[in-house]
């Protein structure tokens, strides 16, 4: 029993320490995850796999060198597709929100070359994160509509 609990603990502290690109595909997947709990709610293992993969890639990154305007990039891209959830936005504002994703993803960690974020992983993590958001947030506004609550 106390091997078992020293391997898992061993797994945990190896899946903290993640390089950059492996973090932001984890980050992707586990966002991914948890937008299928929520739109299918009381899969739970969907939503627990997300939530812990998320946690692990937040941890991967933290602990790297992260540059400042890229965070604030990712920041407004957040805040623009948040926005887009609340308010009846036009398309440019899901475009803008993807751009700022990618291009944000793409200079999120500050460091020699061999710790950056290739721009094509940051591109396909981005386009997918910013994209699939906005098509989600359109299918959520017109279920909403159908049913009468808008």
Avoid: Q
């Avoid at 790297?64 to 965070?71: D, G, H, P, Q, S």
């Avoid at 974020?117 to 910013?130: F, K, Q, R, S, Y």
């Amino acid at each position: 029993m106390h091997e078992a609990v020293e391997e898992a603990a061993f797994l945990l502290r190896r899946a903290a320490h993640l390089p950059p690109e492996a973090a932001l595909v984890v980050l992707t997947a586990g966002l991914l995850l948890i937008y299928v709990e929520l739109n299918r709610p009381g899969w739970i293992w969907s939503g627990a796999l997300g939530l812990l993969a998320t946690l692990f890639a937040v941890a991967s990154l933290g602990r790297m060198e992260l540059n400042t305007a890229a965070i604030a990039l990712v920041g407004t891209a957040v805040a623009l597709l948040a926005l887009d959830l609340v308010r009846r936005t036009g398309a440019i504002v899901g475009m803008a929100a993807t751009l700022a994703l990618v291009l944000g993803l793409a200079h999120l960690v500050a460091g020699p070359d061999e710790l950056r974020v290739h721009p094509a992983t940051a591109a396909g993590c981005g386009l997918v994160l910013g994209v699939g958001t906005t098509v989600l947030t359109a299918i959520a506004r017109r279920a909403r509509t159908n049913k009468g609550l808008d």
